[in-house]
């Protein structure tokens, strides 16, 4: 273990198991063994924490996002997506955002709340899975 976190009032342990950096959620953690084992606390491994985001595998550099003008208010007036940037404003009022140094699970969900009024841009495989999940679903 290197650190905990608290991100939106849900805690987690974050730590290396078998050379890769985890995240564990703190409450799901279970059958846990205590070792009087101990180790050697790298620097770039905590300075890496310490400067991203909860989820530290399979980061994507940046989403881009298109909002629609009837709800780009909500989006202007304060940050609703994690690491949240205006890339302008269209002619028709609608926003392109972009979140950066972001993993998919922390983007994917606001963005179905906000359906059908944002869609990703880029990378076409994030869209392309929402897609996929709502089919899925609309098939139940």
Known sequence: ???????????????????????????????LKISTKTFACSKDI?????????????????????????????????????????VRKLDNGDLLLICKDVHPREVVPIVQYWIPHIRVISPSEVQAQMKEVLKNYLAK
């Open 1 to 31: 273990p290197y650190h905990l976190l608290n991100k939106n009032g849900i805690w987690y342990v974050v730590g290396c198991r078998h050379g890769q950096t985890r995240t564990f959620c703190f409450t799901q953690i279970a059958n």
């Open 46 to 86: 905590k300075e890496k924490i310490l400067g991203t985001t909860v989820y530290f595998l399979a980061t994507i550099s940046e989403i881009v996002l298109q909002i629609d003008a009837k709800v780009a208010g909500y989006f202007e007036r304060r940050d609703l997506l994690p690491n949240q940037e205006l």
